[in-house]
């Protein structure tokens, strides 16, 4: 597991765990689930991005593993292929 879905799923974990304990202090006064729900929708924000950002570097590195793969045969460093000349 990279650090990165380490990162999302504890903040997915986080988000869980405040809404939980947000639902719960609704039953004693509304405003008291309010803080529980921010502090939710913040790390559901963290964990998207950290996601999305994760998904932007995998495909980065396809990306360039994809170009080094198609010029290989351009920078071919093997002395036995080397022209004589």
């Known amino acids: ?3 990165a879905r380490r990162t999302a799923a504890a ?3 986080g988000a869980g ?3 939980l304990s947000a639902v719960a202090s609704l039953a004693w006064h ?3 689930g309010v803080s529980g729900l921010v502090g939710a929708a913040f790390l559901l924000w963290a964990a998207a991005s950290t ?3 994760e998904q932007r570097r995998r495909a980065r590195h396809a ?3 994809h170009a080094a793969r198609s010029d290989a045969h351009l920078l071919d460093t ?3 292929h080397r022209s004589a000349a």
């Open 51 to 53: 996601r999305g950002a």
């Open 78 to 80: 093997d002395p036995d």
């Open 1 to 3: 597991m990279t650090p």
């Open 30 to 32: 509304p405003f008291l």
């Open 11 to 13: 903040c997915y974990l």
């Open 63 to 65: 990306r360039l593993d």
């Open 17 to 19: 765990i405040s809404t």
